[in-house]
């Protein structure tokens, strides 16, 4: 069983930053490939807001770019978003989500169960 544990979400002002972290817990894990954070607004669809690569690569939604920084910690098996300039149209429940390959049963993706992010104007 695959845990993906995020914190760090809450209500800011506009302009303000806030940090998220992700840590992936469970037996038999053998490797955590891409790592991700995702983010859905109300009556909007799910988007991405940054993946990072075990070797580092990262790739950003082209609203996020220049504001977050997505980040990762590959022997606490954690990954961060740090979020500045935040705007009011940030406002999401944002998830954690990553690839990780189990032992036995191979490489699957697994989802957090979401931290809101509020951001006040």
């Known amino acids: 069983q695959v845990q993906l544990v995020e914190s760090g979400g809450g209500l800011v002002q506009a302009g303000g930053s806030l940090r998220l972290s992700c840590a992936a817990s469970g037996r038999s894990i053998f490797s955590i490939n891409s790592m991700a954070w995702y983010r859905q607004a109300p009556g909007k669809q799910r988007e991405l807001v940054a993946t990072?690569?075990?070797?580092?690569?990262?790739k950003y939604g082209d609203s996020m770019k220049g504001r977050f920084t997505i980040s990762r910690d590959n022997a606490k098996d954690t990954v961060y978003l740090q979020m500045n300039n935040l705007k009011p149209e940030d406002t999401a429940v944002y998830y954690c989500?990553?690839?990780?390959?189990?032992?036995?049963?191979?490489?699957?993706?697994?989802w957090g169960q979401g931290t809101q992010v509020t951001v006040s104007s």
């Open positions: 990072i690569t075990t070797g580092g690569s990262t």
């Open positions: 989500q990553a690839v990780i390959a189990m032992v036995v049963t191979g490489a699957s993706e697994y």
